[in-house]
Nanobody, 118 residues
Framework: QVQLIESGGGLVQAGGSLRLTCAASGHTASVSLMGWFRQAPGKEREFVAANWRDGKTFYGGSVKGRFTISRDNAKNAVYLQMNSLKPEDTAVYYC????????????WGQGTQVTVTS
């Protein structure tokens, strides 16, 4: 089992920045891919960014160029630096993890709220 705990959400004005942290614990050696998703009220969950253990990253189209995902394998943590925030970035942000070879996100955090005001 892997446990994920997010932190760093909050209230920020448009154009501002926030940094989210996801701390993983448990059987972290089995984790290959860690990612961030978000869900706004009344909308479907949206992929934000993901980071493979070897450092490769990929992003959802709506955040590319503004958000940066990074990972510290020694600390079992993944970070999401969010710059140039827009009101439409308002959502609950979730950290998720895949075990090696499964191809699916099996582990999820409880989420952290990000609210961007105009």
């Amino acid at each position: 089992q892997v446990q994920l705990i997010e932190s760093g959400g909050g209230l920020v004005q448009a154009g501002g920045s926030l940094r989210l942290t996801c701390a993983a614990s448990g059987h972290t050696a089995s984790v290959s891919l860690m990612g961030w998703f978000r869900q706004a009220p009344g909308k479907e969950r949206e992929f934000v960014a993901a980071n493979w253990r070897d450092g490769k990253t990929f992003y959802g189209g709506s955040v590319k160029g503004r958000f940066t995902i990074s990972r510290d394998n020694a600390k079992n943590a993944v970070y999401l630096q969010m710059n140039s925030l827009k009101p439409e970035d308002t959502a609950v942000y979730y950290c998720a993890a895949q075990r090696i070879g499964t191809g699916k996100y099996e582990y999820w955090g409880q989420g952290t709220q990000v609210t961007v005001t105009s």
